[in-house]
């Protein structure tokens, strides 16, 4: 039974960017198909340029070896056994396992009587089809109202039966693309035993809710997690239900993780970030006004912090609470009453940001949105944000470098936004041409909460 989260492997010289799923797969020790599996079982962290094709992919190092540490079921033990079934094994998250685990017949016990060798046989198929002592969950599938839970040979360990059709839940809208998982299998409280995280629907009812549950290897309900709280806006009122869009896990020292959980409320805008202890116990919320994009931890000046993307719906526009890891709270400001929460618990984000929003946005009349965030070794921290459009087949979107302070340096457009700009002004929705230079200064300055309104980000002085 695994003890403690497999440590990284050793590196020599380490590339700060890993470029294709052959780079990855070297970089981890696996096969291509083993990279491209994990991805999609376990969430490996793999990006992908926004407007290319889906195989172009990236990823990070420093990411990839924390990933390792994170996901205990993968000892090198596990990877090696990984490499020797993963070209014959088919079962990947939401599909029906391998069946084809049949033992090879052994020409042994020669001369023996027919009765003998039917008792081996007999012992030979029941070793390899019950499961293992100390099996660990490293797949699953739900199919109607059960959940199936199966271990790297393919072999039933565990099982749920819902008192409903379940299907897996997961972000919602698609072109969201948050950065956080909509299904994992940890070892979350540092037993040694994994557990299995999933936002599970109805079937029926395209406007149910995703509910967040917890299960142990067996199959068994650990705990469940929906918001429940009725908020008011003004003079509005929001109440249930929540729909858990999605999650990130954050490790801690003493080898349990932090859960940090997405959710927002049907059919409206009010958000919320709960951080829940592995028992599914709510330590903290904080509330926002526009649904949630993008979570990260960071450490700035010393503080540990968690950084949430989101797009504010007051300004049409992405924005960037920056929290206390420790103790979460409080809502997002706003200047409008439409936009500012009146009975959410007390409290303010150590900062918060808006950003300017795109030519193409304000065009297309389409909200932003702070989909991905990165922060370097260096402290840079690097913010993608993307205009949610279903006009153009392109992501249009740009990067905010930002320094520790949060101080503007540069700001790129991906390849994507350029081509959209194309395909928009071909279909005459945009009428004239791209000029990066000129969007960019239209891109500042970016706006902070000093406590009463938003406020012009100051110059930063010197180098």
């Known amino acids: 039974m695994i003890k403690a989260p497999a440590p990284a492997p050793a590196r020599g010289h380490k590339p700060t960017r890993l470029d294709g799923w052959k780079e990855i797969a070297d970089y981890l020790d696996f096969s291509e198909r083993t990279v491209q599996r994990r991805e999609t079982n376990l969430r490996l962290p793999v990006h992908r340029l926004p407007g290319r094709k889906r195989d172009s992919v ?41 069946t084809n685990f049949a033992p090879k017949t052994r020409n042994i016990w020669r001369g023996s009587s027919i009765a003998v060798g039917a008792l081996i046989l007999a012992g030979l198929l029941g070793f390899q089809f019950w499961p293992r002592r100390g099996s660990q969950p490293v797949q699953f599938k739900i199919d109607g109202k059960h959940l199936i839970i199966y271990d790297d040979g393919g072999r039933k360990i565990g099982h749920y039966l819902f008192d409903f059709d379940a299907i897996q839940g997961g972000a919602w809208p698609s072109y ?19 557990e299995l995280l999933v936002a599970i629907t109805p079937a029926e009812g395209i406007g149910d809710a995703n509910r967040l549950y917890c299960f142990d290897r067996r199959g068994n309900r650990l705990w469940d997690y929906q918001p429940a709280w009725a908020l ?22 003493n080898a349990k993780t932090m859960i940090w959980v997405a959710a927002h409320q049907i059919p409206e805008f009010p958000s919320v970030l709960a951080k829940l202890d592995t028992r599914g116990k709510v330590l903290g919320t904080y509330w926002h006004a526009g649904h949630l994009g993008a979570i990260a931890e960071a450490r700035i000046a010393g ?34 009453d439409d936009y500012r929460c009146g009975n959410c618990p007390p ?16 065009q297309l009349g389409a909200r932003e949105m702070l989909r991905e965030i990165r922060v370097r070794p260096s402290g840079e921290i690097e913010l993608t944000i993307s205009t949610e459009s279903n ?17 503007l340096r540069r700001i790129d457009f991906v390849d994507g936004y350029v081509k959209a700009h194309n395909e928009l002004q071909a279909s005459q929705l945009v009428d004239h041409r791209v000029n990066l230079k000129r969007e960019a200064e239209a891109l500042k300055p970016i706006l902070y909460w000093d406590g009463s309104r938003f406020a012009p980000m100051r110059k930063k002085r010197g180098p």
């Open 347 to 362: 409290g303010t984000p150590i900062r918060y940001i808006v950003f300017p929003r795109s030519e193409l946005s304000r």
């Open 232 to 253: 008011r806006y003004g003079s509005k009122e929001y109440a249930p239900p929540y729909s858990v869009d999605f999650f990130r896990l954050i490790l801690e020292s």
């Open 391 to 407: 006009l153009t087949k392109e992501n249009p979107a740009q990067t905010f470098v930002l320094d520790s302070n949060f101080h």
């Open 303 to 336: 503080r540990r912090v968690i950084l949430l993307g989101s797009t504010n719906n007051e300004y049409l526009s992405a924005s960037l609470s920056v929290l206390d890891y420790e103790n979460p709270t409080g809502f997002s400001p706003a200047v409008r």
């Open 58 to 98: 990236f990823a990070f190092p420093e990411e990839l070896d924390r990933w390792l540490l994170e996901n205990a079921a993968l000892t090198e033990k596990a990877r090696q056994e990984d490499r020797q079934w993963q070209d014959s094994a088919q079962g990947i998250v939401g599909e029906a396992p391998p």
């Open 176 to 194: 969201f693309f948050p950065a956080g998982l909509p299904s994992a299998i940890r070892d979350l409280d540092g037993d040694g035993d994994a």
